[in-house]
């Protein structure tokens, strides 16, 4: 496996698990009666906020072949 793949591959698991972990969480507690949203808003900011960095990594990786 090349570098650039072994990299690729821990930002994809560093964004994506949390994030589903966050949903599930908010699942829960819908399926509970209880109000979802914050665990929601906290999945897309994770999203948004770590997949920025994780794009900036990559670049940076990605521009040195």
Excluded: Y
């Excluded at 999945?43 to 770590?50: G, R």
């Amino acid at each position: 496996m090349i570098k650039e793949t072994s990299i690729a591959r821990v930002l994809v698991v560093l964004v994506f698990a949390p994030a589903g972990g966050l949903f599930g969480k908010a699942v829960a507690e819908a399926a509970a009666g209880q109000q979802s949203w914050p665990w929601l808003t906290a999945a897309l900011v994770w999203l948004i906020v770590v997949g920025l960095g994780a794009m900036a990594v990559w670049n940076r990786f990605a521009g040195h072949r």
